[in-house]
């Protein structure tokens, strides 16, 4: 009866455990492919709510001399410049929904190990003599 009552016991346990963690790994499979569509998009840098351009070259005319503007200046030729930071941090968060993934699937458990046998020490350059 006491084996019977312990079964059922575990069971009750361990059954609302695992869909709990059923329900965990999809929340982080979801977070996973939110991540990712951040890591797969261009991001633009933005400084003062304005986007940051560089210079890359002139615009030319078909005679190869340079296009001005009325005021007499070269027209630039500008390209936006990318942000590494968003895909940084994304990084870090696949880092961290990694962690939480092996933690609740049990990957980080400790691995218990036995070592035994006999260690036997020998020291190099004396003889029997010396000691």
Known sequence: ??????????RTIEEPAAD????????????????LDVLERQHITVSHGRVV???VGYETEDDGSYSL????????IYEDVLDDGPILQSVDRLVKLS?????????????????????????????????
């Open 20 to 35: 709990a963690r059923k329900r965990k790994l999809e929340d982080l499979d979801f977070a996973q492919r939110q991540i």
């Open 53 to 55: 351009r560089r210079l």
């Open 99 to 131: 962690e939480s993934r092996r933690k609740l699937l049990g990957l980080d458990a400790a691995t218990k190990m036995e070592v035994s046998g006999d260690v036997t020490y020998t020291v190099v350059g004396l003889s029997d003599d010396d000691h």
């Open 69 to 76: 503007a009325p005021d007499g200046k070269r027209i630039g």
């Open 1 to 10: 009866m006491h084996e019977a009552y312990k079964r059922v016991l575990e």
